[in-house]
């Protein structure tokens, strides 16, 4: 059973920056499929970022091209702990910021990259950035 806790969602004006944290326990760290999600009210779920934590380069949609030069994913396979960097945030980046996990590798693509492959997720961390 895989357990997520995200950490490092705030309130800041347009321009800050905030470092989402993303704990994980309970599972194989070194073979697991991360995404980031964010949700905005009366939304469903949209994917940010999705990478394996057993290496590879990370999957930006395309409906994040506006934001991958701002939004950083990293890992730090010791802490098992994935980081989600915003930087230069936007008003529009206001969301409840999830992270999710599945554990099987070999659907950790683009191709595959919908919320509903992702059966571990965490309870959110909300991000508020005010113009």
């Known amino acids: 059973q895989v357990r997520l806790a995200e950490s490092g969602g705030g309130s800041v004006q347009a321009g800050g920056s905030l470092r989402l944290s993303c704990v994980i326990s309970g599972y194989d760290y070194h073979n697991l499929c991360m995404g980031w999600f964010r949700q905005t009210p009366g939304s469903g779920r949209e994917g940010v970022a999705q990478?394996?934590?057993?290496?590879?380069?990370?999957?930006?949609?395309a409906s994040m091209k506006d934001r991958k030069d701002r939004f950083t994913v990293s890992h730090d396979r010791a802490k098992k702990t994935v980081y989600l960097q915003m930087d230069n945030l936007t008003p529009d980046d206001t969301a409840l910021y999830f992270c999710?996990?599945?554990?099987?590798?070999?659907?950790?693509?683009?191709?595959?990259?919908?919320?509903?492959?992702?059966?571990?997720w965490g309870p959110g961390t909300r991000v508020t950035v005010s113009s």
């Open positions: 999710a996990a599945h554990g099987a590798p070999e659907y950790c693509s683009g191709d595959y990259f919908r919320e509903g492959l992702f059966g571990f």
């Open positions: 990478f394996l934590t057993g290496g590879g380069g990370t999957f930006y949609p």
